[in-house]
């Protein structure tokens, strides 16, 4: 059966190759994209999720979510996703349009009409889910789970602490992670593990189709800007983790534990503190992965942009 899912995003080059995952997976059944300012502005954000989706040839609704953060001023990412927030590609004029509910009204929409219960994906900040879950909490019964690329139990990327999506509206993160629908969180500490090497590049431009052109010419300006400021061999592909595990649930290790969201506004602000050893023997309230296997997810990205057009 056809997973049903919201992809709730920032694009972002990352996000967008999420987005491919979810619109041509024949196990996906993609409901809905709705969008939130992050990597950029909202404005650049949701144009490059309605040029994506035209792009991909997709049939879903698009719709515009919060133009920032829950209390936080906005902080965007232009130094890896540049000035557009996804730098690299020419898109065809815009000819679509979005949806015109608000994205936080989009999203309780689509869950309250569905029959089944259905999975919300964030690959950005969470300030749409945290707001619709406050406005009508009656969306948690039912949402299936909650698949998020952000935090890490590890090392952080926007501070020594902080992984960007959690980092840029930790409140946020704060709300859904309390909220007590099931929440897997996919962080750094397994897509740092799933660097766009140019063997990967050069595997996937071998495809030659209209999903594996927009794959190579984001992913140029992404692993240039990722090699600049990390100093990576490539650049990690974070938020189509999120779709590659829900396409296939062996991807991943994960383990259950407590973790909180760091919202003291001390100096690990947004950190996601997992406790891994379950040293607190606190309730255990998220789900986290612990390990990717690196060549089931290339082989999940290639066998899909395939099945693409
Ligand atoms: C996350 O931050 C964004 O820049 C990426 O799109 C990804 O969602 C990684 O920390
Ligand atoms: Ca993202």
Redesign the pocket.
Known sequence: MKRKIILDC?P????AIALMLAGYHKNIDLLGVTVVS??QTLEKTGKNALNIVQYLDLDIPVSLGSSRPIIKEEEV?EV??GESGLDGVDFPSLKLKYDERHAVNLMIDLLLESKEKVTVVT??PMTNLALAIRINPEILSHIEEVVL??GSYTNG?VSPAA???IYTDPEAAHIVFNSGVKVTMIG?DV?RKVLVLPKIVDRMSKINNRASRLFVDLMKVFNENQRKVFGFPGGPL??PVTIAYLIDGNLLTINHMHCTIDISHGPSYGRTNCDVFDYQHEVKNTYVATDIDVEKFWNIIESTMKEGK
């Open positions: 920032d972002g080059h990352d996000d992050g990597n990412c890896i996703h690959t950005g690329m952000g990327n992984e960007f999506n750094l897509t974070h938020d």
